[in-house]
């Protein structure tokens, strides 16, 4: 059989994007590690990245050319609308071909799915052996359900990602990290309780963090090592930092096998405060930055969120960063329901005080299979037109009852380490008039409606 995975995940950069920035090298690991195992057990797998097609015609052409007899499709909730028509396409050139689709949306929202008459299975979970088991049965003409119950690997005993299914490396997650550059996930799920996230990784990976040994992370890092040479990583895991002494063990294990390559990890703050000799052991072994989810500035909204910290704890911990020479990302979010406007500046407020190296901002998204989004529907707070909606990026209105007009202010102003509100002001005016003055000239011209229409849809795509 011809075995045909695709990665549709082109919601915030769209067709031809490889390699613009990071997101457009990221590698799928889902994808990676259900082909390493497939092809162990003999077959070919072959793989479609969105990414690197012009468009829906290119991607026509490649299912006619490669000819599969089973497509799988892995599917977040922002790119559920490519997914879908990459399967409508798939079955219009030949109804034949089975449809799989796997991934975070089909395991939370799997009823969603499964009413798709274009979709032939649904593997929910870890897809791994489910899918192999898959592939044996329609091979061998064995009746399977739609619905799979994704088996729980043991994370020990699966190969290592196939990452010559992609056929490259990516791109470092910061310019001061060193090419060639890889990513590696140690473990999976979280303990955590945060309201915009749980229970949805619990449905999908179970309610404990299950990690691999250090001697098999450092094996695949060897490995790694031999085949690229790569001089810096980043490792995936929610939080890798709430396990002390795997990380201690990994710290000295990858020293002692030469391992000099710096790295970047993410850790939640309390982790941070509690155990800052883990953090420093960490920035001894090689971390170069920590990934950090201060959310808010607000103790009201951290307690909303459930996050488990404290706006004390965030402070602390990225004066420690500072005090390790250890660069800061800075996730956080804006447009949280309950959130007053005082509660947005406190957040303002705390990251232009962190002045961290990058920051990450978000609008409050309601993700399916989150508390929040429940709340957001049971409150008929939600503003989601479409699955892209659900990219967390600023940009688009969330929810209700928030003023964006506000939240765009309080987004640039946390974002202008060194500029005060006059300035911002100033700009804003400033850019205003221009934008007012192009939308003018536009409008002379007969066709002016169709082009403005055209840089809105530009600027959804780029959102």
Known sequence: MKILLIHPSISGIGFNSFGIDQEGTWIHHGLCLISAYAKEKGYSIDLIDLRNLKGWKNFRQEIITKKPDVVGITMMSPDYDYAIKCIDIVKGVNKHIKTVVGGPHPSIMTEEVNTNQNIDYVITGEGEISFSGLLHNIENNIPSPKIIYGITPDLEKIPYADRELYGHLETPIVDILPAPFVTII????????????????????????RRRSVDNVIKELTILKETYSFKSMLIHDDCLTEDKNWVLEFCEKYKLEGFKEPFVCQARVNHIVKNRDVIAKLKDTGLKMLIIGFESGSQK???????????????????????????????????????????????????????????????????????????????????????????????????????????????????????????????????????????????????????????????????
């Not at 309201?195 to 949805?200: D, E, G, I, R, V």
Request: overall charge positive; aromatic content about 12%; glycine content about 4%.
């Open 186 to 209: 140690a473990g999976r799920g979280c303990i955590y309780n945060c309201k915009f996230c749980q229970p949805a990784e619990r449905k999908i990976f179970g309610k404990k963090v």
């Open 301 to 463: 909204i951290l307690n909303f969120l459930n996050k488990g910290s404290t706006v004390e704890q965030n402070y602390e911990a990225a004066k420690i960063c500072k005090e390790l020479n250890i660069l800061v990302w800075a996730n956080y979010m804006l447009g949280i329901p309950t959130e007053t406007k005082e509660e947005i500046m406190q957040t303002v407020k705390m990251i232009r005080e962190i002045k961290p190296y990058h920051s990450s901002p978000a609008f409050f998204t309601p993700h399916p299979g989150s508390d929040l989004f429940d709340y957001c529907v049971k409150n008929d707070l939600s503003l989601i037109k479409n699955h892209s909606d659900y990219r967390r990026s600023p940009g688009k209105a969330k929810i209700k009852g928030v003023d964006y007009n506000f939240l765009n202010k309080a987004l640039a102003l946390s974002l202008y380490e060194k500029t005060d509100f006059l300035s911002i002001f100033i700009k804003k005016i400033i850019y205003t008039t221009y934008l007012q003055t192009i939308k003018n000239k536009i409008k002379k011209y007969k066709a002016g409606k169709k082009i403005i229409s055209l840089f809105k849809q530009i600027l959804k795509d780029k959102e």
